[in-house]
């Protein structure tokens, strides 16, 4: 179990740190329920990852691509699951990096619309963003396969995807329990991590997506060499 998890935990990192989802979750607790409105917006995130990790299982399972039964090819597909979330990281950097910055430009629709988001649209705001993501498809099917490597039983593969998949939003639940517990104070506090993320975006990202990226597709070429 512990070497599954650190095989985990490279990919948990990185999907982790989202500048966008954490200004997100600040904004929600801005709006008239805040702490309720914010929580489902991460139980949104939550929920899309279950669905995604339970449709990729079921794939995998149909196809008998299992340690059981086809392993080397089940490793091979980790590997270049792990090359193409690098290559993917390493667009998102290239993207940032040559992207000129615009002080007129609007802000994003969904910055625009996210206060005032409901409970209920919040929910539905967070399922779509991961489900329309083709980035978060590639780290869940990663993460899946990584899962299934370590041949376990269908009840404790979902366990521990379910404990990967909220942990991934442990800084939201930390930030909305920060505002439930001391709501005056964090509001000043939480404000400084919007400006300090919102005027460092692009280097924060830069920073992130090549790190990862180089991480990713070293680890994924060299699980392809013998």
Excluded at 37 to 61: D, E, K, N, R
Excluded at 186 to 212: H, M, P, Q, Y
Aim: net charge neutral.
């Amino acid at each position: 179990m512990t070497e599954l998890w650190l095989a985990l935990l490279p990919i948990l990192l990185a999907m982790l740190i989202s500048p966008a989802r954490t200004i997100a979750v600040i904004l929600l607790l801005h709006t008239p329920k805040q702490v309720l409105t914010a929580f489902a917006y991460v139980c949104g995130l939550v929920s899309a990852m279950l669905v995604q990790g339970i449709l990729l299982g079921s794939l995998f399972s149909f196809v008998g691509l299992t340690m059981d039964e086809r392993g080397p090819e089940l490793m091979v597909v980790v590997s270049v699951m792990f090359i193409l979330v690098g290559i993917i990281m390493l667009t998102g950097a290239a993207k940032f990096l040559f992207q000129e910055d615009d002080d007129d430009k609007p802000p994003p629709a969904w910055l625009e619309k996210i206060e005032y988001l409901d409970p209920r649209a919040a929910f539905s705001t967070g399922f779509g963003w991961i489900m329309v993501s083709p980035k978060q498809w590639a780290f869940v099917l990663t993460a899946v396969a990584v899962i299934f490597t370590a041949n376990l039983k269908p009840i404790a593969s979902l366990v521990n995807f379910f404990i990967f998949s909220v942990l991934i939003q442990l800084v939201y639940f930390i930030i909305i329990g920060i505002h439930l517990l001391m709501p005056r104070r964090s509001e000043a506090i939480l404000d400084e991590v919007f400006k300090w993320i919102k005027n460092n975006f692009r280097t924060v990202a830069i920073t992130l997506f090549t790190g990862f990226g180089i991480f990713f597709l070293y680890k994924g070429i060299s699980g392809l060499i013998p």
